[in-house]
């Protein structure tokens, strides 16, 4: 059909198999009703006379295509279906068949979920002649569901539920023969391995094929018709052509995922905040980075983390652990914000935790999906995803269809909270404000504290308007109506990881144990007494590393390591040699320890001990000066505000590390929204001041003797003349 069409009773319209005249349109349907002149009637969906189905996808078919035969197989193949979905073979409960509800199927004592099991069970046991008539060959619980669900959208109608083996497929667009569709496909191949082309190239390619393959007597149609079914078919094709490629080989090989629970698939992604915060060390504005989780099926951001600066493999491995964990409750929450979910008491969950537990899922991931960003693939991380028992599923290169809602979970938090608050810097430099620096004034508490809330109180009661479950299309959900409605499914696994694993998702090293000195972790030495049993001998590890000692490290706090004594399991920390028996230093990260150790190479110092490396360490923490850093010149001096950024970095980081150690061991963790002031000036001043005062006392065993008297020293008069010399020959 060339041109507009008006569908209406009354239409005349000219198919490959004869005219036909409209009868009347089903608009609620999407149908038309379509009579022939002998009398016939076919019900003819609207998209496929519109030319807006591809070949061989099924029409929908009336009571009239069936015969009586597939009438009996369908009415059989349907009451199956409804006896797991409801109980009972009729789908209503009050009109139940002799013997029901059967043993097994009772709606009052069995949940769905174990009626469909039961039936697949049932139909594995049929004969298979007997279930390929009724196609149920290959029954899965998706298909009874699907079954069911075609039952009730249908309006209870048989024809909704047939299957569409049994009719021929759909004749496609009747300008688009089976030449141009042969045509169409070796194009779409040819242009995967060129360069990319218009699609004026295309066409010239598509008439290329057909009048080489089949003559100039085949019919090509117009360039409108390819261009909207090269749509239709592969996409607009915005994209680069190296990632078509690469996308199209994935797609051949079948890697789509249907996700249907909760933690099946945890989307994880980095982005930087849009706003700028206040540091806590200087008060200077920086810019953070935001890392969240999100349940793709539910929609539910599980678990997040503010870095200053990127972040590492370090932190999204403990993100994955905050996955695993119940979120506690914060000062200042409201009763609504606790565990609202039925099904699991609230007093269960706080029981397992051992602490009040706020309405936020966990679970153990069993996939993740992450972009290609070297964070994602560094070599601990993807250990750490091994150890948690995920599987990794990258997303394609420059597909961010690939975990959309995660990417747009970023703008609709960008539109409901960050665009209203003071130090919001946009998405560009040209849209920027007059002074965002100067109008930040939340820390990187604060702003934890408070995406927490807004996460928990808004993110996770907000009707999903795009989203909906598959067993559900037409129902209204939230993030935490859908987290809700899957225990009644599948139920809800409570486990809660133990508190050791912040040391499992830690960086390992697997070094030898010195007799004297202990362990060496990145050119610097540890010891104590837990490693006094084990001083020169091997440990029973074999494989890839025999013979060594598995040491953990937290990059951002390299003052201590951890080491697992093998007897007991039991964690203990190794204090860095070179920190004094009393009082503490400011935390020190890796990129601290690389910059000591460049320091004392140029400086020509040859450590022998990390004793050595203590004045050189104190030496670059010291920053201030009394001149160099009054608050007007440090403002002037080039790189004052990148120093003092890095120094509020590896504080946080610390601080974080500390927050990680304690929780969930302890019970609870720290109220974010707590102000903490760290004095790294007096507390620079009092460790150098410990270190001088040690040396000194190295340097004087004991205290020197007290001075004599005055004149003590005066064995004889002053006045008289010294005794000649022995041996000097007189004048």
Known sequence: M?????????????????????RDVLTAFGEVVLVSADGGVRVWPLGLLAGKVRSGSGPTVAREDLSEDQLVLLRIRVAHALEADCGFRSGDPARPEPGEPREGYDPLVTTKEQRLGRKVAELAGLHPAEASRLGLERVSERTLRRLAGRWQDGGQRLEACADG????????????SAQVEEAIEAVRVECLHRSRVSMRTREKLIHQYVRDRFGDQAVVPSYTTLSRVWQ?????????????????AMDAGGSSILITRPGQVAALDTTPLPVLLREHAFGDAVSAHLTWAMDVFTRSLVAFRLTLGSDTAVDVGLLLRDVMLPLPMRPGWSEDMAWPYPGVPAAVVAEFAGYEVAGLPFFAPDTVTTDHGSVYKSHHLVEVEQRLGCSILPARMMRATDKAACERAFLSAQTLLFESLPGFRGVDVADRGADPEGDAVLTLAQMEHLIATWIVGTWQNRRLGEHAPPWAPNERHSPNTLFAASFAQGGFGLRIPSSDLYYGVLPASYVKIHRKRGVKIRSLWYDGPAVDDYRGKPSQRRGRHPGLWRIRHDP????????EDPVTGHWHPLRWTGLPPEGEIPPFSDAKVEEMIALARDSGLVPVDDRDLLPVLLDLLDEHAPVDNWPGRAAKEAGGKRRRAGQAREESRALTAERDRRWPRQGTVPPASAEVVVLRRDQVARAVDEDRRRRREQAVPGPPPLPGPLGSHRTRDLFLLPPDDEGQPDD
């Open 556 to 563: 951002r706090d390299r003052r201590e390591v951890f080491f």
């Open 232 to 248: 239709e078919w592969y996409g607009p094709g915005g994209t680069r052509q190296r990632y078509q490629r690469s996308a199209a």
């Open 2 to 22: 060339n041109g507009h069409v008006e569908v209406g009773p009354g239409a005349v319209l000219r198919l490959e198999d004869g005219e036909w005249t409209v």
């Open 165 to 176: 083996r049994w009719f021929r497929a759909s004749p496609g667009r009747t300008s688009v």
